[in-house]
């Protein structure tokens, strides 16, 4: 079936999916000072980068607008079904703003199918749950059975983090700079996860980065056990040898059935700071 796929500047798909879904992605915004960017439109990674060293500060993010979803909506073909996955509603105004867009379009042409799912992560918790999404659609599920199906993995998702650097925290006020001084003079590293409620939430403080990767790793035998049908999904944060080093003892610990591994796009990468990774799959 003919289904056009959604996601917006908080998810982060690997090129081999995005290449066979052709993903439709709303940006987010990125603010520095009185200039404004769209991620992955008019700021890619390596301009991101650039200006944080120019400028020695994060932006400010700002979700779409309902217009902009409306607007995106609109391009699709009306008989095209469209299923928009959106980054958690915890962290962000995006799901509120897309489901207003979507009522803004229906009142026009209520004809419309579209579909609007919380997915309650981010990053490569929404390139996973496209991967499914895939899936489904070479299944030739119809439309309203795909939902439900989709509904139902996202309260499957797993979705770990862990942060290399707290500077990121620091110099985007989330973490106190007294704070932040101490913890970085004791080498602490965080250990991260979207809560079931899509909330991004500290599990673990662990001193010394080969022991926070090494607890990073065992964690996911905490969640699932069967992986071998399973997927994994891994973004890295500027990070590529780090994060292929981590994949591959992952690898060792955890025979997935298949792996997907890509980078940050600018939002990600702006809280989490070099270094960060992040990896999705489904729990048992």
């Given amino acids: 079936m003919d289904i056009q796929l959604m996601t917006d500047g908080g998810a982060d798909i690997p090129d081999r999916l995005q290449d066979v879904l052709n993903i439709s992605v709303v940006p987010l915004y990125l603010h520095f000072d009185d200039e404004e960017f769209k991620t992955g439109e008019t700021m890619d990674l390596q301009s991101y980068y650039k200006k944080i060293k120019e400028t020695n500060q994060l932006p400010r993010s700002a979700a779409p607008s309902p217009h902009d979803f409306y607007n995106a909506y609109k391009q699709i073909d009306p008989r095209t079904p469209i299923l928009m996955l959106s980054i958690s509603k915890e962290i962000s105004s995006t799901y509120d703003n897309a489901s207003i867009g979507k009522n803004m379009l229906l009142e026009e042409e209520p004809n419309r199918r579209i579909e609007v799912i919380n997915t309650k992560t981010a990053s490569c918790g929404i390139g996973l749950l496209m991967h499914e999404v895939s899936k489904k659609i ?52 965080l250990l991260m996860r979207a809560s079931e409620e899509g909330m991004i939430e500290v599990t673990e403080k662990v001193r010394g980065d080969k022991k926070s990767i090494g607890r990073f790793v065992q964690q996911i035998g905490e969640y699932t056990k069967n992986v071998e049908d399973k997927v994994i999904t891994m973004t890295h944060c500027n990070a590529e040898d780090r994060a292929k080093s981590v994949l591959a003892d992952i690898s060792n610990n955890y025979p997935f059935k298949d792996k997907y591994l890509s980078e940050t796009g600018p939002l990600i990468s702006n809280y989490g700071g070099d270094g960060a990774l992040v990896i999705s799959f489904f729990k048992d």
Wanted: hydrophobic share 35%.
């Fill in 138 to 189: 070479n299944e030739d599920h119809p439309f309203e059975e795909l939902v439900e199906h989709m509904q139902h993995r996202v309260e499957q998702t797993t979705t770990l983090f862990v942060l290399k650097t707290l500077e990121n925290l620091i110099l985007g006020g989330r973490l106190d700079k007294v704070k932040g001084t101490i913890a970085k003079t004791l080498n602490i590293k």
